[in-house]
C-alpha cells in the first residue's frame, strides 16, 4: 500500500494547540504497527481570510481531493463573522466532498464525572446529516431597515439525503444494542418532518433487528437528561445533530474530549475528522486545551483509513492516561495541552508493541 496523505487544516484558535499535540500520538500509534502517514499542512483559515479574503486557496477543493483524510482542529475568529468562516471552508468541504454522515460517538471516559444524574452511562452513537436539511443557502431578505423588513430560510429535505443518513445509522445499530432513535419534530414543522419520518420508518423496515423509536426533538433533549443511558444510535438532521452533539457531549463532561467524523462512507472523495468543539477563542494561546477531542478525532480517523489496530491502542492510551488522573482544566485537573499529550504519547511508546494494558 502506498503512503497515505493526510491534510492538516490546524486552522484557528485552540486548533493551532490541539493539532500539533494530537499528531505525535497519532504517528506513535501507527509507529507500533510499522506504519506511517504523510502529514501536509495547510495553512488555511482566518489568517488567510485576514490576509486575501478567502479562508482557503481558490483550487481548496482540489488540492484537499488528492488527499486520503482531512483533519482539521477549529475554524473561528471573534474579529470574522462566524457564517464567513463556517461557509468559507467547512461547508464547503462536507458538500463537495458528499461527506453526508457527520458521527459523532458519546461516551463517559475514565476518570471524567457526569455533571448529570446517570451521565456515566452514556454511550451513543449520533448520526447527524450532514449535507443538507436546515443548512440552506435558499432564502433571503427583503425591505432591509425597513419595518417590513422580513427573512425567509428554506429548509432541503431529499428522499436520496435522509434515506441514507437512516441507513446509516440502522446499520451501526445493528452492530450495537439494535435501537434507533429518529429525532423528530412531526407535530410543529408539518411538510419536512412527517416526510422525514416517512422515509426512515421505510428505510428501517429492511431492518427486522432494530427496533425504531421516534421521539419529538424537545422531548428528546429531556430525556437526554434524565435518562442518558437510554439511548443507542440516534438519527437526526443537520440542525437537530449539531444541537444534540453539543448536549450529549456536555453530559458526558466536556466539549473538550468529543470527536466527530464528516464521512463519505463510499470513500469516493475524503473523509474529514475534526473535534467537536470550536476553536476557543477565551482560552487560545494559553496552553490549557484539551487535547483529548482531538486525539480521539485521530483515532476515528485511523480507523476509517483501515488502520484498527492503532485506533484501538490510541484509545487505550488517552483513557490510561485519564483513569490514572492526568487531565485538563476543563476536566478540573492541572495539566497542559502538551502533559496531557505527553501522557499519552508515553503509553504508547513505553509499551513497545504490547496493547496498552486496560483495566
Ligand atoms: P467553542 O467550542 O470554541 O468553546 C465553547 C467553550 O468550551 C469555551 O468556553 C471553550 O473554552 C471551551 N472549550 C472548547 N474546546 C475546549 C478544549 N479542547 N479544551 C478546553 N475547553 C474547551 O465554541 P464557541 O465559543 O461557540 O465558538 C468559538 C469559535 O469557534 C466561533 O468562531 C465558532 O464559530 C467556532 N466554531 C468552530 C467549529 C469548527 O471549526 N468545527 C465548531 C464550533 C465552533
Ligand atoms: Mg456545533
Known amino acids: 500500500m502506498s503512503t497515505q496523505t493526510i491534510a492538516v487544516i490546524a486552522g484557528d484558535g485552540i486548533g493551532k494547540e490541539v493539532v500539533p499535540a494530537a499528531i505525535p500520538c497519532i504517528d506513535a500509534a501507527l509507529a507500533r504497527y510499522g506504519t506511517t502517514v504523510e502529514w501536509n499542512h495547510l495553512p488555511w483559515g482566518s489568517d488567510l481570510y485576514l490576509q486575501t479574503g478567502a479562508m482557503m486557496p481558490e483550487d481548496g477543493i482540489q488540492v484537499l481531493g488528492e488527499h486520503d483524510a482531512i483533519f482539521l482542529g477549529a475554524v473561528g475568529l471573534p474579529e470574522i463573522p462566524d457564517v464567513a468562516t463556517l461557509w468559507g471552508l467547512l461547508i464547503p468541504i462536507r458538500r463537495e466532498f458528499q461527506q453526508y454522515i457527520n458521527l459523532r460517538p458519546v461516551r463517559a471516559l475514565p476518570g471524567i464525572s457526569s ?37 425567509i430560510q428554506e429548509n432541503v429535505f431529499t428522499r436520496k439525503g435522509v434515506s441514507r443518513a437512516a441507513r446509516y445509522a440502522a446499520t451501526l445499530a ?100 475534526e473535534p467537536v468543539h470550536g476553536s476557543a477563542p477565551d482560552i487560545a494561546g494559553q496552553g490549557i486545551a484539551n487535547p483529548i477531542g482531538q486525539i480521539w478525532t485521530g483515532a476515528m480517523m485511523l480507523e476509517h483509513l ?38 499519552v504519547l508515553q503509553r504508547l511508546v513505553a509499551a513497545d508493541r504490547e496493547p496498552t494494558p486496560t483495566h
Open 174 to 273: 445493528t452492530t450495537r444494542r439494535g435501537l434507533v432513535t429518529s429525532a423528530t419534530k412531526s407535530n410543529g414543522i408539518i411538510h419536512t418532518m412527517p416526510f422525514w419520518d416517512e422515509v426512515v420508518e421505510e428505510v428501517l423496515a429492511d431492518y427486522p433487528g432494530v427496533q425504531l423509536e421516534k421521539i419529538l426533538i424537545d422531548a428528546l433533549a429531556a430525556k437526554l437528561i434524565l435518562r442518558p443511558g437510554a439511548f443507542d444510535v440516534i438519527v437526526a438532521s443537520n440542525l437537530f445533530g449539531d444541537i444534540l452533539s453539543d448536549l450529549a457531549g456536555a453530559i458526558a463532561g466536556s466539549i473538550g474530549v468529543a470527536p466527530s467524523a464528516n464521512l463519505n462512507p463510499e470513500g469516493e472523495f475524503p473523509s474529514l475528522f
Open 306 to 343: 483501515g488502520h484498527t489496530d492503532a485506533a484501538a491502542d490510541l484509545t487505550r492510551a488517552f483513557e490510561s492516561a485519564l483513569r490514572d488522573g492526568v487531565r485538563t482544566r476543563d476536566l478540573g485537573g492541572t495539566a497542559s495541552t502538551t502533559e496531557m499529550s505527553d501522557a
Open 115 to 151: 455533571p448529570v444524574r446517570g451521565g456515566d452511562d452514556i454511550d451513543l452513537l449520533l448520526v447527524r446529516e450532514n449535507n443538507e436539511g436546515e443548512y440552506s443557502e435558499i432564502g433571503g431578505r427583503v425591505f432591509r431597515g425597513l419595518p417590513e423588513e422580513a427573512a
